[in-house]
């Protein structure tokens, strides 16, 4: 679990840098679906039933469908796509040591690492694309979306869990330690990119605004809280204890 | 090598072969677009540099987004999905032998496989389409030729097999293994699918037709004669002996 109390410094956004922030978080949303595609692919090249093989070699197809519209975005914002193949490039491997430290034993551990660390990793994609121009916003939460109702997670889980009690309290276990990992990406990405931490400060700061509280001081303090919460009711629809 | 003197019995088509036997090279095409993606999709997954793995990606997601118009117009002709899906699992597995009795060792071998054996499969289907309907022949020519640009082939091994005189030889070799294993997948193909055996023998009486030329007794002798020397002219385009 990364501590969230220390909020980096966060420098006020230029205009110069609107475009630029936009392309970070269109480029990272766009490894993101490098890695759906990488795993729905490998589900496809294990399946041994041909018309299952066909019906998830189509989940991975609809995530390089996404992908292509998050880079083709990332071109409109960034002008060139020599700088859209820099910041994708620069997101690269940002998930490697969450999957080196996750590593599932068997399906259902492969189900809930995908559910929870996605849906970790989607709810903070989110939350900074509240700041993004619209256009860009609506690429990214429609690439969101997209990639969630790819997942007939929920269903799956639920009906194991409700049938294997000892299945229940294992992959609840593991969702504990696999929310751990995700947070501490976010993080990381948080640390590693000043655009992420912009974003995430104008987020918060236009959603505290619309209700008249004060904004928090530690925006990353409130947005662990966010993604935390999130988590709890997403393991509660799968009937696993948070 | 098959033996290509024996033709098997060559029963005259009927108006209701005609979209049957449309869609069974629908769906044969359809199998070999997720024999090319799965392909792509594990040299995606291997690649180490993300812009060229994001590069072949987008090549996994050429051969579906082909596969997929490929079974829209088999949906068209055969009227159900159900009728799709049953051809196109029935083509399940053709190409399992082909894989297993060449396991290539190393990148070169590999895509020399995927160009003499992909060349032959499709060289093969090109010929059977032209007794299809045209709608159905244009969505499986485009296919194929979508595919064939896909590969960088020619260029990487032209150059490597230039520098390295072993190294052609060896692959001159093994392009010779794969032709003979992708001819004999043809032959079992054929043997098979009377549809398919229909096809073959309306495209060469149309072809011929054309020419004014007696049309071939065993119009599967007259196919592995092309197929043959198409293959020769493939492997003297990469500067290997066939």
Redesign the interface.
């Known amino acids: 679990m990364p501590t969230s109390s220390e909020t980096p410094d966060l420098t006020p956004a230029t205009s110069s840098d609107t475009a630029s922030d936009a392309g970070d978080v269109l480029a990272l949303v766009a490894q993101m679906e490098?890695v759906a595609?990488?795993r729905f692919?490998?589900a496809?090249?294990d399946a041994t039933d041909?018309?299952r093989?066909?019906q998830i070699?189509?989940l991975?197809?609809a995530s390089?469908?996404r992908?292509?519209r998050l880079l083709a975005r990332a071109g409109e914002v960034l002008g060139s796509p020599e700088a859209v193949?820099g910041r994708?490039?620069a997101f690269?491997?940002a998930f490697d040591e969450f999957n080196s430290r996750t590593h599932a034993r068997g399906w259902w551990e492969e189900l809930v690492k995908g559910y929870v660390g996605h849906g970790v990793a989607y709810d903070f994609c989110r939350i900074v694309a509240e700041a993004l121009d619209p256009a860009s916003r609506e690429v990214v939460v429609d690439a969101i979306d997209g990639e969630l109702t790819s997942e007939s997670t929920i269903v799956l889980v639920d009906e194991a869990t409700n049938e294997d009690e000892q299945l229940a309290s294992r992959l609840a276990l593991w969702g504990r330690r696999i929310v751990g990992e995700a947070l501490s990406v976010v993080q990381v990405l948080l640390t590693d990119n000043a655009s992420l931490q912009r974003l995430l400060a104008q987020a918060v700061a236009a959603r505290f605004a619309e209700t008249g509280d004060d904004v928090p001081a530690a925006p990353s303090a409130w947005l662990f809280g966010q993604l935390t919460a999130e988590h709890a009711r997403r393991m509660s629809r799968v009937g696993l204890a948070a």
């Open positions: 490098m595609f990488l692919a490998g496809a090249a041909p018309e093989r066909l070699a189509g991975a197809g390089l469908a992908q292509e193949l994708y490039v690269d491997g």
